[in-house]
Protein backbone atom coordinates (compact mmCIF):
# COMPACT_ATOMS: atom_id res chain seq x y z
CA UNK A 1 0.00 0.00 0.00
CA UNK A 2 2.73 2.00 0.78
CA UNK A 3 4.37 2.14 -2.75
CA UNK A 4 1.02 3.74 -4.49
CA UNK A 5 0.91 6.53 -1.80
CA UNK A 6 4.52 7.29 -2.95
CA UNK A 7 4.30 6.57 -6.44
CA UNK A 8 1.20 8.94 -6.43
CA UNK A 9 2.86 11.71 -4.60
CA UNK A 10 5.55 11.51 -6.92
CA UNK A 11 3.13 12.51 -9.64
CA UNK A 12 1.99 16.16 -8.45
CA UNK A 13 3.58 17.58 -11.69
CA UNK A 14 1.93 15.45 -13.80
CA UNK A 15 -1.94 15.69 -12.25
CA UNK A 16 -1.67 19.56 -12.52
CA UNK A 17 -0.26 19.76 -16.09
CA UNK A 18 -3.52 17.41 -16.62
CA UNK A 19 -5.64 19.36 -14.84
CA UNK A 20 -4.53 22.63 -16.43
CA UNK A 21 -5.75 20.82 -19.57
CA UNK A 22 -8.95 19.02 -18.68
CA UNK A 23 -10.13 22.75 -17.02
CA UNK A 24 -9.02 25.02 -20.27
CA UNK A 25 -11.63 22.73 -21.98
CA UNK A 26 -14.73 24.22 -21.24
CA UNK A 27 -17.85 22.17 -20.89
CA UNK A 28 -21.27 23.63 -20.11
CA UNK A 29 -23.61 21.50 -20.04
CA UNK A 30 -25.84 22.37 -22.73
CA UNK A 31 -23.00 22.57 -25.39
CA UNK A 32 -22.89 19.51 -27.18
CA UNK A 33 -19.78 20.16 -29.36
CA UNK A 34 -17.75 20.94 -26.78
CA UNK A 35 -18.91 18.61 -23.96
CA UNK A 36 -18.35 16.02 -26.84
CA UNK A 37 -14.51 17.12 -27.56
CA UNK A 38 -14.07 17.05 -23.53
CA UNK A 39 -15.61 13.21 -23.21
CA UNK A 40 -13.52 11.67 -26.33
CA UNK A 41 -10.20 13.33 -24.83
CA UNK A 42 -11.38 11.69 -20.86
CA UNK A 43 -11.42 8.41 -23.13
CA UNK A 44 -8.23 8.65 -24.56
CA UNK A 45 -6.60 9.74 -21.23
CA UNK A 46 -8.04 6.81 -19.50
CA UNK A 47 -6.31 4.63 -22.30
CA UNK A 48 -3.09 6.06 -21.98
CA UNK A 49 -2.77 6.20 -18.33
CA UNK A 50 -4.45 2.93 -17.56
CA UNK A 51 -4.23 1.19 -20.66
CA UNK A 52 -8.82 0.32 -19.98
CA UNK A 53 -10.67 0.25 -22.55
CA UNK A 54 -13.60 3.30 -23.39
CA UNK A 55 -16.59 3.31 -24.66
CA UNK A 56 -18.21 6.35 -26.19
CA UNK A 57 -22.04 6.32 -25.54
CA UNK A 58 -23.60 8.50 -27.95
CA UNK A 59 -25.99 11.27 -27.14
CA UNK A 60 -28.09 13.18 -29.12
CA UNK A 61 -29.24 15.70 -26.84
CA UNK A 62 -26.46 16.77 -24.64
CA UNK A 63 -22.71 15.84 -24.89
CA UNK A 64 -21.64 11.84 -25.40
CA UNK A 65 -21.23 9.84 -22.03
CA UNK A 66 -18.33 7.97 -21.63
CA UNK A 67 -17.90 4.13 -19.83
CA UNK A 68 -14.47 3.20 -19.45
CA UNK A 69 -13.31 -0.05 -17.51
CA UNK A 70 -10.13 -1.52 -16.34
CA UNK A 71 -9.10 -4.98 -14.80
CA UNK A 72 -10.90 -8.34 -14.62
CA UNK A 73 -14.06 -9.68 -12.37
CA UNK A 74 -17.42 -11.01 -12.31
CA UNK A 75 -17.91 -8.07 -10.27
CA UNK A 76 -17.16 -4.87 -10.60
CA UNK A 77 -16.61 -1.30 -8.68
CA UNK A 78 -18.33 1.64 -10.24
CA UNK A 79 -16.85 5.59 -9.75
CA UNK A 80 -19.39 7.97 -10.61
CA UNK A 81 -17.29 11.50 -12.49
CA UNK A 82 -19.25 14.24 -14.38
CA UNK A 83 -17.37 16.62 -16.72
CA UNK A 84 -20.24 19.32 -17.59
CA UNK A 85 -19.43 22.65 -15.22
CA UNK A 86 -22.04 25.09 -14.67
CA UNK A 87 -20.08 27.46 -16.55
CA UNK A 88 -21.15 29.31 -19.79
CA UNK A 89 -18.43 29.31 -23.07
CA UNK A 90 -15.69 31.63 -22.51
CA UNK A 91 -15.62 32.22 -18.59
CA UNK A 92 -12.22 30.41 -19.10
CA UNK A 93 -11.29 34.07 -20.68
CA UNK A 94 -12.36 36.15 -17.66
CA UNK A 95 -11.28 33.45 -14.85
CA UNK A 96 -8.34 31.03 -16.20
CA UNK A 97 -6.74 28.50 -15.33
CA UNK A 98 -4.11 29.70 -12.60
CA UNK A 99 -2.31 28.95 -9.34
CA UNK A 100 -1.93 30.81 -6.51
CA UNK A 101 -0.98 30.23 -2.96
CA UNK A 102 -0.97 26.26 -3.45
CA UNK A 103 -4.24 27.06 -4.92
CA UNK A 104 -5.93 26.43 -8.36
CA UNK A 105 -8.49 28.67 -10.05
CA UNK A 106 -10.80 27.72 -12.99
CA UNK A 107 -14.24 26.95 -13.82
CA UNK A 108 -15.32 23.54 -12.98
CA UNK A 109 -11.84 22.81 -11.04
CA UNK A 110 -13.13 22.14 -8.09
CA UNK A 111 -16.63 20.67 -9.45
CA UNK A 112 -15.24 18.16 -10.54
CA UNK A 113 -12.24 18.26 -12.97
CA UNK A 114 -9.96 18.30 -10.07
CA UNK A 115 -12.14 14.84 -9.51
CA UNK A 116 -11.47 13.13 -12.57
CA UNK A 117 -7.64 13.60 -12.81
CA UNK A 118 -7.52 12.01 -9.12
CA UNK A 119 -9.47 9.04 -10.09
CA UNK A 120 -7.48 8.59 -13.45
CA UNK A 121 -4.36 8.87 -11.64
CA UNK A 122 -5.26 6.40 -8.92
CA UNK A 123 -6.01 3.54 -11.39
CA UNK A 124 -2.68 4.85 -13.34
CA UNK A 125 -1.01 3.91 -10.08
CA UNK A 126 -2.37 0.49 -9.61
CA UNK A 127 -2.08 -0.44 -13.63
CA UNK A 128 1.47 0.93 -13.17
CA UNK A 129 2.86 -0.87 -10.26
CA UNK A 130 1.19 -4.11 -11.50
CA UNK A 131 -1.45 -4.29 -8.97
CA UNK A 132 -4.65 -6.75 -9.91
CA UNK A 133 -8.35 -6.91 -8.46
CA UNK A 134 -10.29 -9.53 -8.37
CA UNK A 135 -13.04 -6.69 -9.16
CA UNK A 136 -14.02 -4.71 -12.78
CA UNK A 137 -13.47 -1.10 -12.28
CA UNK A 138 -15.95 0.83 -14.41
CA UNK A 139 -15.85 4.79 -14.81
CA UNK A 140 -18.92 6.24 -15.50
CA UNK A 141 -18.47 10.01 -17.29
CA UNK A 142 -21.11 11.85 -17.96
CA UNK A 143 -22.21 15.05 -19.86
CA UNK A 144 -25.09 16.04 -18.01
CA UNK A 145 -25.14 16.23 -14.02
CA UNK A 146 -25.85 20.17 -13.54
CA UNK A 147 -28.74 19.23 -15.43
CA UNK A 148 -30.18 16.86 -12.96
CA UNK A 149 -28.64 14.32 -15.36
CA UNK A 150 -31.92 13.74 -17.99
CA UNK A 151 -29.52 11.62 -20.04
CA UNK A 152 -27.48 9.93 -18.06
CA UNK A 153 -29.85 8.92 -14.61
CA UNK A 154 -30.58 5.60 -16.74
CA UNK A 155 -27.33 5.06 -17.33
CA UNK A 156 -26.15 5.64 -13.75
CA UNK A 157 -28.72 3.07 -12.13
CA UNK A 158 -27.89 0.14 -14.74
CA UNK A 159 -24.10 0.14 -13.92
CA UNK A 160 -24.86 0.71 -10.24
CA UNK A 161 -27.16 -1.96 -9.70
CA UNK A 162 -24.23 -4.37 -11.18
CA UNK A 163 -22.08 -2.75 -8.67
CA UNK A 164 -20.35 -3.91 -5.28
CA UNK A 165 -20.15 -0.40 -4.06
CA UNK A 166 -20.28 3.39 -5.79
CA UNK A 167 -17.65 5.90 -5.13
CA UNK A 168 -18.63 9.57 -6.70
CA UNK A 169 -15.72 11.95 -7.60
CA UNK A 170 -17.12 15.21 -6.73
CA UNK A 171 -15.71 17.62 -4.18
CA UNK A 172 -15.10 16.85 -0.70
CA UNK A 173 -16.94 19.16 1.86
CA UNK A 174 -15.25 22.12 1.83
CA UNK A 175 -11.76 23.02 2.95
CA UNK A 176 -12.09 20.28 5.57
CA UNK A 177 -12.24 17.78 2.90
CA UNK A 178 -14.71 15.48 4.65
CA UNK A 179 -16.76 12.73 2.39
CA UNK A 180 -20.25 12.75 2.09
CA UNK A 181 -22.21 10.49 3.88
CA UNK A 182 -25.74 11.74 3.51
CA UNK A 183 -27.09 13.85 0.76
CA UNK A 184 -30.73 15.30 0.44
CA UNK A 185 -33.48 13.92 -2.10
CA UNK A 186 -34.72 16.42 -3.70
CA UNK A 187 -37.78 17.30 -5.20
CA UNK A 188 -38.86 19.90 -7.42
CA UNK A 189 -42.45 21.34 -7.95
CA UNK A 190 -44.51 24.19 -10.08
CA UNK A 191 -47.58 26.04 -8.84
CA UNK A 192 -49.88 27.41 -11.10
CA UNK A 193 -52.19 29.46 -10.14
CA UNK A 194 -55.63 31.36 -12.05
CA UNK A 195 -57.75 34.19 -10.79
CA UNK A 196 -59.81 36.62 -12.84
CA UNK A 197 -58.04 39.83 -14.26
CA UNK A 198 -59.69 43.24 -13.43
CA UNK A 199 -58.87 46.68 -13.19
CA UNK A 200 -57.78 47.42 -10.32
CA UNK A 201 -59.06 50.98 -10.02
CA UNK A 202 -62.51 50.81 -11.80
CA UNK A 203 -63.20 47.39 -11.05
CA UNK A 204 -61.22 46.07 -7.74
CA UNK A 205 -64.70 43.96 -6.85
CA UNK A 206 -64.46 41.88 -10.02
CA UNK A 207 -61.21 40.56 -9.70
CA UNK A 208 -59.33 37.84 -8.40
CA UNK A 209 -56.17 38.03 -7.41
CA UNK A 210 -53.91 35.16 -8.61
CA UNK A 211 -50.70 36.47 -6.90
CA UNK A 212 -52.88 37.13 -3.39
CA UNK A 213 -53.74 33.69 -3.67
CA UNK A 214 -49.90 32.35 -4.26
CA UNK A 215 -49.07 34.67 -1.28
CA UNK A 216 -51.32 32.80 1.16
CA UNK A 217 -49.97 29.19 -0.03
CA UNK A 218 -46.16 30.19 0.17
CA UNK A 219 -46.40 30.63 4.05
CA UNK A 220 -47.92 27.09 4.34
CA UNK A 221 -45.60 25.93 2.04
CA UNK A 222 -43.16 27.23 4.46
CA UNK A 223 -44.44 26.04 7.36
CA UNK A 224 -44.04 22.39 5.90
CA UNK A 225 -40.09 23.06 6.85
CA UNK A 226 -38.81 20.83 9.94
CA UNK A 227 -34.92 21.17 10.14
CA UNK A 228 -35.21 18.85 13.05
CA UNK A 229 -35.54 15.97 10.62
CA UNK A 230 -33.87 18.00 7.72
CA UNK A 231 -37.05 18.51 5.45
CA UNK A 232 -36.82 21.71 3.82
CA UNK A 233 -39.53 23.28 1.76
CA UNK A 234 -38.37 26.53 -0.15
CA UNK A 235 -40.77 28.62 -2.77
CA UNK A 236 -37.32 30.27 -4.56
CA UNK A 237 -38.83 31.69 -7.57
CA UNK A 238 -42.44 33.93 -7.80
CA UNK A 239 -44.36 35.11 -10.99
CA UNK A 240 -46.94 36.87 -11.68
CA UNK A 241 -48.88 39.56 -12.90
CA UNK A 242 -48.92 41.85 -15.76
CA UNK A 243 -49.08 45.50 -14.87
CA UNK A 244 -49.60 47.03 -11.27
CA UNK A 245 -53.18 48.64 -12.14
CA UNK A 246 -54.30 44.88 -12.92
CA UNK A 247 -55.61 42.45 -10.50
CA UNK A 248 -53.37 39.35 -11.23
CA UNK A 249 -54.77 36.89 -13.36
CA UNK A 250 -51.77 34.02 -13.05
CA UNK A 251 -49.34 33.34 -10.92
CA UNK A 252 -46.57 30.88 -10.30
CA UNK A 253 -44.34 29.53 -7.99
CA UNK A 254 -41.39 27.17 -8.08
CA UNK A 255 -41.04 25.01 -5.22
CA UNK A 256 -38.03 23.00 -3.81
CA UNK A 257 -38.31 20.10 -1.36
CA UNK A 258 -35.48 18.66 0.38
CA UNK A 259 -35.54 15.38 2.38
CA UNK A 260 -32.67 13.64 4.25
CA UNK A 261 -35.56 10.50 4.42
CA UNK A 262 -37.42 8.48 1.88
CA UNK A 263 -40.27 8.61 4.20
CA UNK A 264 -40.47 12.35 4.06
CA UNK A 265 -41.11 12.42 0.88
CA UNK A 266 -44.37 9.84 0.91
CA UNK A 267 -45.13 12.50 3.74
CA UNK A 268 -44.79 15.83 2.39
CA UNK A 269 -45.39 15.23 -1.46
CA UNK A 270 -48.94 14.42 -1.12
CA UNK A 271 -49.01 17.79 1.28
CA UNK A 272 -48.03 19.76 -2.05
CA UNK A 273 -49.61 18.11 -4.35
CA UNK A 274 -52.96 18.20 -3.04
CA UNK A 275 -52.74 21.74 -2.34
CA UNK A 276 -56.48 23.28 -2.10
CA UNK A 277 -57.00 26.86 -3.21
CA UNK A 278 -57.29 28.85 -0.38
CA UNK A 279 -59.97 31.26 -2.45
CA UNK A 280 -62.30 28.89 -4.19
CA UNK A 281 -62.99 31.79 -6.88
CA UNK A 282 -59.32 31.01 -8.26
CA UNK A 283 -58.19 27.45 -9.50
CA UNK A 284 -54.50 26.20 -8.52
CA UNK A 285 -52.18 23.24 -9.84
CA UNK A 286 -49.13 21.76 -9.30
CA UNK A 287 -46.91 19.49 -11.14
CA UNK A 288 -43.74 18.25 -10.42
CA UNK A 289 -42.42 15.63 -8.57
CA UNK A 290 -38.92 13.87 -7.31
CA UNK A 291 -35.97 14.48 -8.89
CA UNK A 292 -33.36 12.63 -6.50
CA UNK A 293 -33.75 10.36 -3.96
CA UNK A 294 -32.08 11.22 -0.75
CA UNK A 295 -28.53 9.36 -0.23
CA UNK A 296 -29.37 7.57 2.97
CA UNK A 297 -26.65 7.23 5.68
CA UNK A 298 -26.95 3.12 5.73
CA UNK A 299 -25.18 0.75 7.85
CA UNK A 300 -23.46 -0.24 4.75
CA UNK A 301 -22.62 3.45 3.67
CA UNK A 302 -20.93 3.80 7.32
CA UNK A 303 -19.16 1.02 7.10
CA UNK A 304 -17.69 2.25 3.49
CA UNK A 305 -16.74 5.68 5.20
CA UNK A 306 -15.01 3.66 8.16
CA UNK A 307 -13.07 1.66 5.95
CA UNK A 308 -12.10 4.85 4.06
CA UNK A 309 -11.08 6.65 7.41
CA UNK A 310 -9.23 3.65 8.78
CA UNK A 311 -6.90 3.72 5.02
CA UNK A 312 -6.61 7.40 5.52
CA UNK A 313 -4.95 7.64 9.01
CA UNK A 314 -2.80 4.26 8.52
CA UNK A 315 -1.45 5.72 5.32
CA UNK A 316 -1.53 8.95 4.57
CA UNK A 317 -2.10 10.20 8.38
CA UNK A 318 -5.50 12.28 7.82
CA UNK A 319 -8.31 12.46 10.00
CA UNK A 320 -11.02 11.65 7.92
CA UNK A 321 -14.04 13.23 8.64
CA UNK A 322 -17.77 12.65 7.22
CA UNK A 323 -20.25 14.76 6.62
CA UNK A 324 -24.31 15.39 5.43
CA UNK A 325 -25.33 17.76 2.77
CA UNK A 326 -28.36 18.88 1.18
CA UNK A 327 -27.13 19.29 -2.31
CA UNK A 328 -27.91 16.23 -4.55
CA UNK A 329 -25.71 14.46 -6.93
CA UNK A 330 -25.37 11.44 -8.96
CA UNK A 331 -24.51 9.55 -5.88
CA UNK A 332 -28.05 9.94 -4.97
CA UNK A 333 -29.05 7.87 -7.87
CA UNK A 334 -26.70 5.13 -7.53
CA UNK A 335 -27.09 4.82 -3.54
CA UNK A 336 -30.70 3.40 -4.15
CA UNK A 337 -28.98 0.66 -6.00
CA UNK A 338 -25.72 0.15 -4.53
CA UNK A 339 -23.66 1.24 -1.13
CA UNK A 340 -22.62 5.12 -2.33
CA UNK A 341 -19.50 6.90 -0.70
CA UNK A 342 -19.28 10.66 -2.05
CA UNK A 343 -17.24 13.19 -1.83
CA UNK A 344 -14.13 11.66 -3.11
CA UNK A 345 -12.81 14.30 -5.69
CA UNK A 346 -11.31 17.44 -5.11
CA UNK A 347 -10.45 19.33 -1.65
CA UNK A 348 -11.03 22.86 -2.33
CA UNK A 349 -14.17 25.80 -1.91
CA UNK A 350 -16.74 27.51 -4.12
CA UNK A 351 -18.13 24.96 -6.10
CA UNK A 352 -20.85 27.17 -8.42
CA UNK A 353 -19.36 30.19 -7.31
CA UNK A 354 -16.71 32.67 -8.25
CA UNK A 355 -13.72 31.58 -5.88
CA UNK A 356 -13.81 28.49 -6.92
CA UNK A 357 -10.77 26.36 -6.28
CA UNK A 358 -8.75 23.15 -5.53
CA UNK A 359 -5.91 22.88 -2.86
CA UNK A 360 -3.23 21.75 -4.88
CA UNK A 361 -1.39 19.54 -2.35
CA UNK A 362 -4.58 17.50 -1.42
CA UNK A 363 -4.06 16.08 -5.33
CA UNK A 364 -2.08 13.16 -4.60
CA UNK A 365 -3.03 12.66 -1.07
CA UNK A 366 -6.53 12.04 -2.23
CA UNK A 367 -5.76 10.29 -5.34
CA UNK A 368 -4.17 7.69 -2.94
CA UNK A 369 -7.20 7.36 -1.06
CA UNK A 370 -8.96 6.57 -3.98
CA UNK A 371 -6.09 3.79 -4.81
CA UNK A 372 -6.55 2.57 -1.52
CA UNK A 373 -10.09 1.87 -1.63
CA UNK A 374 -9.60 0.40 -4.85
CA UNK A 375 -7.44 -2.16 -3.20
CA UNK A 376 -9.85 -2.55 -0.39
CA UNK A 377 -13.17 -2.70 -1.75
CA UNK A 378 -11.56 -4.79 -5.30
CA UNK A 379 -10.11 -7.36 -3.47
CA UNK A 380 -12.86 -8.15 -1.03
CA UNK A 381 -14.99 -11.37 -1.51
ZN1 LIG B 1 -20.55 18.28 -9.36
Redesign the pocket.
Known amino acids: MNEIVQFIRGKEEEMVEMLKAIVEHETPSDHKELTDTLGSWIAEQFTRLTSGKTEIIPNDRYGNHIRAEWGEGEEQLLFLA ?1 FDTVWPEGTIKEKPFRIEDGKAYGPGVF ?2 KGGIVQGLFAVHALQTLGKKLNKKVVFLFNSD ?2 LGSPTSQTLIEEEAAKSTQVFVL ?2 AMSTEGALKTSRKGVGIFQMEVKGRPAHAGIDPEKGVSAIGEIANQISYLHSLTDLSIGTTVNVGTVSGGTTSNVIAATAVAEIDLRVKVKDEFDRVIPLIENLEPRDGRTHLSVKGGINRPPLERTKEVQSMFQKAKALAKQYLDIDLKEKETGGG ?1 DGNFSARLAPTLDGLGAVGDG ?1 HANHEHLIVREMTVRSALVALLLMEFGNEC
Do not use: L
Open positions: HDMEEEPSA
